[in-house]
């Protein structure tokens, strides 16, 4: 690993991954990355919670279960994650917790409780949707 705002080299080992990557790409400021596997997952790092905070939960999520490979992957410009994949489909996942959260509000009026976002959102770290109860005890 490189620490690319400073050029310098970091040298961490950190094995994410049982089987090969097939690509890796980084966001426009570098803070965000995600990698393809050959075991047809996907994982997106989070550089300052993962490698500043040591937040291993929050600092890596994992989309599972996708049933073919990612031939090809991009960050956006507003960090979502757009994979072309071999079962010829192009699929996007929003990557930030608090867009999503912002989403629900509009649909449902009301924080989800953490049961319901775990349900939904297993992946993602418990957000207030509406910010207006707070956020329950795990």
């Not at 790409?25 to 990355?33: A, E, Q």
């Not at 996007?92 to 349900?119: K, Y």
């Amino acid at each position: 690993m490189f620490f690319l705002h400073n050029k310098q080299p970091l040298y961490l080992r950190f094995a994410a991954h049982a089987t090969g990557i097939d690509h890796i790409v980084f966001n426009h400021d570098f803070s965000i990355f995600a990698t393809s596997v050959w075991d047809k997952t996907i994982h997106i790092y989070n550089y300052h919670e993962l490698y500043e905070l040591h937040e291993l939960v929050k600092g890596v999520k994992s989309i599972d279960n996708l049933n073919s490979k990612a031939r090809t992957l991009m960050l956006t410009t507003d960090n979502k994650l757009v994979a072309g994949m071999s079962d010829c489909t192009i699929r996007i996942w929003e990557t930030s917790s608090n867009i999503i959260a912002s989403r629900i509000c509009s649909i449902v009026n009301r924080d989800m409780i953490l049961d319901e976002w775990n349900m939904y959102l297993e992946e993602i770290p418990y957000e207030k949707t509406c910010g207006s109860n707070p956020q329950p005890a795990e």
